[in-house]
């Protein structure tokens, strides 16, 4: 019996070495891995289906590895102010209103948006994970998900349960959509959760062989208390409770000394640097540059759509390398290559889930992006156009473990229109309910 096969045909690959060749993209859609990588591959074999990728660049699928997707219902709702009080004055009240049914809304409406963008990963910490989960099944993405724990503010009991569930999801969960969606436990940061239950947290998710994620040194007030009252950095705390395996991944690592990079390097524990976000909020520029040059494995993620306010990794890769320069005060610090492979192969790494490779063996999580709009052309360096000129709207076709997510600016596993329209209520009636 033939194999079912995907043929993305007539396009320019973007390759592992940041090399780009004319060839075409074979995929076996039974295991959803690329079978070939190479010139005139329908002559070779009988293709059930073709992806026209003539006049574009096929990439790997873009990994967004850290967001809170369902706060999309969040967008403009509470701009402008510093992270703290933003947290505590308006999203805080507003994710206490939360339903199931607003966390189904708000994840398939951001997940419209990412497939739209060529993004086929994502790393999300939020609540109602079960619901999370069933959206990205359906939308047929790939996904490292967990319940985010908060502890500040809870008596034991309700604490202690906060945990629990964060650990319950991710032993439930766990290779769920045909081993598409992965967990990890997500304490919200170290200064949110309660030293001895963060341990016990850490320790019961290693035990079970679970990656953990966190925020860590996103702001000075995040690290300066911790400082004060430990006398030590953020992540020698952060070591101190065994959270710096190489399984594990930080979101921002804004404010990092030469010390903490070095113990990222040591560790092998890989940051998620999150630039629009980081200025928007006022946060501070992350040393990129000096982590890469630590060895430190580096992915970006666009942080919620409360705080970005879009989920457009194109926008994010244009962020990171302008912002790279500037933090280094080197315009050749982060540059176009390095910028794509944080999105890319980064990503996926820091994650340790397939994808962000278009070779032989690899998933086949792709994107194709057209290549004939004026603000492509003329196509002189076309790493330095995915870094720069690309935008989530050139996307023409996504796919997704072998399968095919977007055709022709088509969804093809979520409707759109449906989507959209019961977000915008459910949007509308949780801020009624959380005023």
């Known amino acids: 019996m033939a194999s079912d096969t995907l043929l993305v045909a007539g396009g320019r690959v973007l390759r592992p070495d940041a090399t780009v060749v004319d060839a075409d993209v074979l995929i076996d859609r039974e295991t959803g891995r690329i079978e070939a990588v190479g010139p005139d591959l329908a002559a070779e074999r009988d293709v059930t289906e073709t992806l026209d990728a003539a006049g574009g660049l096929v990439m790997p699928g873009l990994v967004n590895a850290h967001t809170h997707v369902a706060m999309t219902l969040l967008r403009g709702y509470a701009d402008d102010k510093p992270l703290d009080a933003w947290l505590r004055e308006d999203i805080w009240p507003a994710e206490a209103a939360l339903t199931a049914e607003d966390v189904r809304a708000g994840t398939e409406l951001g997940l419209v948006e990412m497939i739209r963008s060529g993004t086929t990963t994502f790393a999300d910490m939020y609540f109602h994970v079960p619901e999370i989960v069933a959206a990205v099944d359906e939308a047929g993405m790939r996904a490292r998900v967990g319940h985010g724990v908060v502890t500040v503010g809870k008596d034991e ?33 170290l200064t949110t959760v309660d030293e001895t239950l963060l341990r016990e947290a850490v320790a019961d998710a290693h035990d079970d062989g679970i990656p953990v994620h966190t925020h860590a040194n996103e702001t000075r007030d995040e690290v300066e208390p911790i400082v004060a009252e430990r006398g030590e950095r953020p992540l020698a705390y952060a070591d101190d409770v065994g959270l710096l395996s190489a399984s594990d991944f930080l979101a921002h690592g804004v404010h990092v000394d030469a010390s903490e990079i070095e113990l990222l390097a040591e560790r092998g524990t890989a940051v998620v640097h999150c630039p629009a976000s980081n200025m928007k909020l006022a946060s501070g520029i992350a040393p990129v540059q000096a982590l890469l040059d630590a060895g430190v494995t580096v992915a970006l993620g666009t942080d919620g759509a409360a705080s970005n306010n879009d989920l457009d990794l194109f926008d994010e890769l244009r962020d990171a390398a302008m912002l790279g320069k500037l933090g280094a005060d080197d315009a050749s610090a982060v540059p176009a290559e390095a910028a794509v492979q944080m999105a890319t192969q980064g990503g996926a790494a820091a994650l340790s889930l397939p994808g962000g490779r278009v070779e032989a063996g690899a998933a086949a999580d792709l994107a194709v992006v057209d290549l004939d ?35 022709d600016r088509e969804l093809t596993t979520l409707d759109e229109e449906e989507v959209v329209e019961t977000a915008r209520r459910r949007a509308v009636d949780l801020v009624a309910r959380a005023n």
């Open 157 to 189: 009991a309700a604490a202690r349960a906060d945990v629990r569930e964060s650990l319950d999801v991710a032993r439930e969960y766990d290779g769920a959509a045909d081993g598409r969606i992965r967990t990890a436990v997500m304490p919200h940061s």
């Open 373 to 407: 709009a004026p603000h492509l052309a003329p196509a002189h360096d076309l790493v330095s156009h995915l870094a720069y000129a690309v935008r989530g709207s050139d996307v023409r076709h996504t796919v997704c473990d072998g399968q095919v997510l977007m055709r």
